[in-house]
C-alpha cells in the first residue's frame, strides 16, 4: 500500500481533497448539513490529510487553540490505523506550537477509540450537528 501523508493548511492544492473526504464521511454518510460542516473555520487550521495510491482516505484539523475536530476516515480505510496516524500528527502539531492541551469533541461511539491514544473524558455530554458527543482532551505537558 501506497501511503502518502502530510499537513497543511487549507490551501488551494489540498483544500479539494480535504472537502472530498469530510462531505463522503460527514455530509454523505452521517447526514450533516453542508452549512454545519463548513464552518469557515479551516482556513485557520492546519489539517493532515493522508493519501493511499494517491486518494485521498482520511484528514482532521487542529485550531489555534488546540481544538481537533473534523477527523474522517473513508469507510473502506476504517480499522486500517489511518484514522490514529491522522490524530497523532494534529497532537504533534499542537506539541510543536507550545499547547498545554489538545481537545476535541468526540462523536460518542468514538470514545474507545480516542482513550486509546490518550485522550480523558470531561464535562458532560452534548450534542452536535443532531449526534451525541462527549468532550475529551489530552495533556501536552
Not at 63 to 91: E, Q, T
Request: hydrophobic letters at 40%; aromatic letters at 10%.
Amino acid at each position: 500500500m501506497n501511503l502518502h501523508m502530510l499537513t497543511t493548511d487549507f490551501n488551494d492544492k489540498y483544500a479539494p481533497w480535504i472537502r472530498m473526504v469530510r462531505d463522503t464521511v460527514f455530509v454523505e454518510e452521517q447526514g450533516i448539513a453542508p452549512s454545519l460542516e463548513h464552518d469557515g473555520l479551516d482556513d485557520r487550521a492546519q489539517h493532515s490529510l493522508i493519501f493511499v495510491e494517491g486518494q485521498p482516505v482520511a484528514t482532521g484539523r487542529v485550531l489555534a487553540d488546540g481544538h481537533i475536530g473534523r477527523v474522517a476516515v473513508i469507510a473502506s480505510f476504517r480499522g486500517c490505523g489511518m484514522g490514529m496516524k491522522v490524530v497523532c500528527s494534529l497532537i504533534n502539531v499542537a506539541k510543536k506550537k507550545g499547547y498545554a492541551r489538545a481537545y476535541l469533541g468526540a462523536q460518542c461511539s468514538a470514545i474507545g477509540f480516542y482513550k486509546k491514544l490518550g485522550f480523558s473524558c470531561y464535562g458532560e455530554r452534548f450534542i452536535e450537528a443532531g449526534i451525541e458527543h462527549q468532550a475529551m482532551e489530552y495533556s501536552l505537558i
